[in-house]
């Protein structure tokens, strides 16, 4: 298989991509224990359902959701120390990402025109219930070969075109959607493995 | 028989797409931030000449100290030295 060519952006992106080796509970440690190198994982690891949740979960604006974002990291920085279990990280950040929406939207600092009592202060369960599954495919994810992550992420995640997939991987854009299609077996495979299917699809989120 | 099939996989993926970088990397950063405004400001109240100096120019003590000037660290500087 091809190596990925290098964009500038993609030593980032696979050290993001395959930042799933340790343990959240290790993760966790080791910023405590005030390692720089396992809070910048940390973050990598868990900006994306941070940001999921203020934009798709709470709808929120570029600039509340990154008032949000930094206050969200901010905290969690400050109060590491208080995870009663390390375990627990990632539903501590999204109860955390949560209650830092809500108090946006009470605050009365949001940037929204729109009606207050027309927001989605309190999104839908199955929303976050949504993103938590996603979150899950993207562990997954992190476990299949590094072009199969970048293919399925470039395409699916950041909507990236054929060809600039292609360009970017140096593989023949026709081969693109096929290569979709095998990675995207290795997923289901490989996420079925590690989970237990829910009861129902997941929720949409609006 | 699986229970995900192409279709909810790609939607899941697609549900979690990248943050910003500028915000990923300004998250990242905090700890470098955090004690550089705590050296900044512990010097500032030792020093009324370099509080002076750096409230003169809160960007360049920051990048002095190797801390990247972002707005939010900026604010929080300020902050930091008026509640001295």
Known sequence: ?206 | MSNYDHEQLSRLIGLLPPAPESWVQAAQELPAARRGLDQLVARAEADAAFRAQVLADLEQALQAEGVQPQPRVVEELRRLLADD
């Open chain 1, 1 to 206: 298989m091809e190596a990925p060519r290098d964009d500038g952006q993609a030593a980032a992106r696979r050290a993001e991509l395959t930042a799933n080796d340790t343990t959240d509970a290790a993760l966790v440690a080791r910023c405590r224990a005030g390692d720089d190198d396992a809070w910048r994982e940390l973050v990598e690891r868990f900006s994306r359902y941070v940001f999921a949740i203020a934009v798709q979960g709470f709808r929120l604006g570029q600039q509340d959701a990154e008032d949000v974002f930094q206050d969200v990291f901010a905290r969690v920085y400050e109060r590491l120390g208080s995870l009663r279990d390390d375990d627990a990280v990632r539903p501590w950040i999204a109860q955390l990402t949560r209650r830092v929406c809500i108090d946006r939207f009470r605050s009365g600092s949001h940037e929204s025109d729109a009606d207050l009592d027309e927001l989605p202060e309190v999104p839908a369960e199955d929303a976050l219930t949504a993103l938590e599954d996603a979150f899950d495919v993207h562990e997954a994810m992190a476990e299949l070969p590094e072009n199969c992550q970048q293919i399925l992420d470039r395409f699916f995640a950041r909507d990236e075109s054929y060809r600039t997939i292609g360009d970017t991987l140096g593989l023949p854009a026709g081969t693109i959607a096929s290569r979709i299609s095998r990675c995207l077996d290795k997923l289901r495979d490989t996420f079925e493995g590690r989970n237990t299917p829910p009861a129902t699809s997941g929720g949409q989120v609006t």
